[in-house]
């Protein structure tokens, strides 16, 4: 079992920063690709981040490349999207998700058997 946790969203202005944390219970992520991916009102569930097992290889959807930074702290089964210069367009729910192992389909949301309840973020103009 692997239960995953949302912290760290809420309201800022546009050009501001935020840091979301994942924290995961049950068991430990050290052998998992972990994901962020957002949901805004209306839209498709979209991907953001992922990241693998040892944090050396990370990928961005082009819409956050050089604005957003994932990251893991394994010791402490822990994962965090640095979040800058954030725009309205980032307002959304985020999701922290996991799968076992590795994949070359690390975008799609079918990937990941784990799912965090989400928290939001609002960017406002």
């Known amino acids: 079992q692997v239960q995953l946790v949302e912290s760290g969203g809420g309201l800022v202005q546009a050009g501001g920063s935020l840091r979301l944390s994942c924290a995961a219970s049950?068991?430990?992520?050290?052998?998992?690709?972990m994901g962020w991916f957002r949901q805004a009102p209306g839209k498709e569930r979209e991907f953001v981040a992922a990241?693998?097992?040892?944090?050396?290889?990370?990928r961005y959807a082009d819409s956050v490349k050089g604005r957003f930074t994932i990251s893991r702290d394994n010791a402490k089964n822990t994962v965090y999207l640095q979040m800058n210069t954030l725009k309205p367009e980032d307002t959304a729910v985020y999701y922290c998700?996991?799968?076992?192992?590795?994949?070359?389909?690390?975008?799609?949301?079918?990937?990941?058997?784990?799912w965090g309840q989400g928290t939001q973020v609002t960017v406002s103009s």
């Open positions: 049950g068991r430990t992520l050290s052998t998992y690709t």
């Open positions: 990241i693998n097992w040892s944090g050396g290889v990370t």
């Open positions: 998700a996991a799968r076992r192992g590795s994949s070359v389909y690390y975008t799609a949301i079918t990937e990941y058997a784990y």
